[in-house]
């Protein structure tokens, strides 16, 4: 692996010569992650045209499912604890004479920005912008092995709560169980704090789990994903609980069921980021729940849960190939519930065989 | 309680008038949470000489603990989900023709600062610096109730796990019990991820569980803390796996016991805030262990689970009555493992009877 982050450590240095800057700091940690693989928390990285120095915490473990094997290229500077990686970085950049030192305006603090232009020397900065979230869009086939094992652990998990009596259980419990699973599973940790809303909490897109009871007749709904060696994925299914769902409850979750397919189904390079969003909304839309679904359909997901490209209305970019995405719409009726379903999948040519399903549980309205 | 938010807000447009500010906007989470008490996720606060705008995220539900009651005089400024509550609040502040707009430097990045700057209208923006942190240094006796709950929380869940057997789970295992036994006793959620560390991973300050079983003979470090309400305390208790501890154990352990109780008793307000350190860390090192624990002994601790003042040996300020901080010493030997005793207390007089000590567990050498 260290021979992938050497290259996408090069395609950086080609962005930061192209922009005229001799050096880059990084300081966001999935950034930093991404370009070294094993970073403590809290590590910033110096990238000049022939170097890559590793600022970090002493005796700092690396993050949750980081690679504990040295980088050959990349050389540690030992930084004391509590002190700041990122200004033992700029006075690295100073000693080794750095003139324009690109920083990434969007994680620094005013005042952290402050201490580093004082440290950097005669550097100027520069603000290196999401040139690291730019190219972390477009995954190779390490990162999507990576995430397709982050969804399984998340459809295991998923799978064994399905098979277990859930009348009687309260939200957090079923929540807290979810994300013991698929640790037990082997991911580094659920990706996000697992939501599960049922009765008039279902079909809300973040609700955080409360002391209410599953109850017959509820619906259900289960959002979680796991973060495997960095990389996590997303997921949400609407169940009913009972033999016999009600008539608005099957209505409801087949519209949104035909609503996500159409976003699926819409994913493809070269296609514009708002047509998956626009394919799943109208058809909200024409049943009446125009107001009912005000969250984009989905975004981009990896080192981050959120990231680039966001698939909203008004998202005017083109998707590309290998890109995992989040579809997942919903209808939440207040006072009522509602439905979600959500899927992380990857973008890929027709020829290839359209976008890859990462997460496979069952879509259908199960009645548990 | 909104009273006691009201009279925080108060305080704080004080030093705004003293420092030349007609308005503050504060976006450090903690801080919006402190002086109105019912934040949701990104919110931030405009408070200007007359007013409170509270600016959030439309649908957000409250910050999990967070009041749910409204404050009669904050007002609330819905902000579309997605949208940077910070612009709206700044937007909201050229509408009320503020002059000088104090912004915390130290919690705004710099792009996010330069769309405040152009959407604050003629507004100059100046830096408030860690007003609101100076603020919550000394706690009042609603948070200090808030902090004793979950003390009691953290104190019955780690009574709970010592009372089931231990050899052969996992540190992985044994954390997460201990969270989920927190989440039943009350807890908003845990304070910070659960640490466990057996043999060879015992003594550590931040351990990350693993996989690792507990074997005969171990140490078994326990670090957790549970958050009620916002408020998260710290603890952590070091013990033997088996009847017979070893001879090493036994006076490793006497000797940080010794060394945390002598950082406790030195607790006090008016004293220096290094003093605690300086105490313990003697006896550590008359032991020849200076070495084996580099991290300072302690730190404030509330909203934020390290907040100041800082308990290290460089650290010059006098410690005030009512503060609740962490006395943690640690030894940890490489390879063969060690011992963390840590206790959150707070500050009092000695007619008061001297610090209060939160955390109750005991800290003799329990053999389990």
């Given amino acids: 692996m260290s021979d992938a982050h050497a290259a996408r450590r090069e395609r950086l240095r080609e962005y930061c010569s192209a922009s005229g800057a001799d050096a880059a700091l990084i300081t966001r940690a999935a950034n930093v992650r991404y370009l070294t693989g094993c970073p403590p928390l809290g590590a910033a990285l110096l990238l000049t045209r022939d170097r890559a120095v590793l600022a970090a915490p002493e005796g700092a473990e690396p993050e949750e499912g980081g690679e504990r094997q040295a980088d050959p290229e990349v050389t540690r500077l030992p930084v004391p604890a509590e002190a700041d990686a990122a200004s033992a970085a700029a006075e690295a950049a100073a000693r080794l004479r750095v003139r324009d030192l690109a920083v990434e305006e969007h994680d620094l603090t005013v005042a952290r920005h402050r201490t580093v232009a004082r440290l ?6 520069l603000d290196l912008d999401r040139a690291v979230e730019r190219l972390r869009v477009v995954k190779d086939e390490y990162e999507i092995a990576d995430l397709r094992i982050a969804a399984e652990i998340a459809d295991q998990a998923l799978g064994e709560l399905l098979e277990s009596i859930l009348v009687g259980r309260t939200e957090r419990h079923l929540a807290m169980e979810l994300e013991r699973r698929m640790i037990d599973h082997g991911a580094d940790r659920a990706a996000f704090p697992v939501s599960v809303g049922t009765g008039s909490h279902s079909g809300l897109e973040q609700h955080q789990p409360t002391d209410r009871r599953v109850e017959e007749g509820d619906f259900l709904t289960v959002a979680l994903g796991a973060r495997y060696r960095g990389y996590g994925i997303s997921t949400a299914r609407t169940f009913v609980i009972g033999a016999a769902p009600a008539a608005w409850q099957v209505e409801l979750h087949r519209l949104v069921f035909h609503a996500q397919r159409a976003g699926r ?20 839309q024409a049943a009446g729940h125009a107001e009912h679904s005000v969250h984009a359909l989905g ?30 719409p919903g209808v939440h009726l207040p006072g009522r519930g509602g439905v979600r379903i959500e899927d992380t999948l990857v973008v890929r040519p027709p020829e290839e065989g359209g976008p890859e399903l990462l997460t496979i549980t069952t879509k259908e309205l199960l009645a548990l």
């Fill in 299 to 328: 975004h981009g997901i990896g080192l981050e849960n959120r990231e680039a490209p966001r698939l909203g209305p008004a998202d005017m970019g083109k998707l590309d190939n290998r890109v995992p995405v989040t579809v997942g």
């Fill in 120 to 125: 950097a020397g005669t550097a100027r900065l």
């Fill in 265 to 284: 189904e819409a994913l493809g390079p070269g296609v514009e980021q708002h047509v998956p969003d626009d394919a799943a909304r109208s058809i909200l």
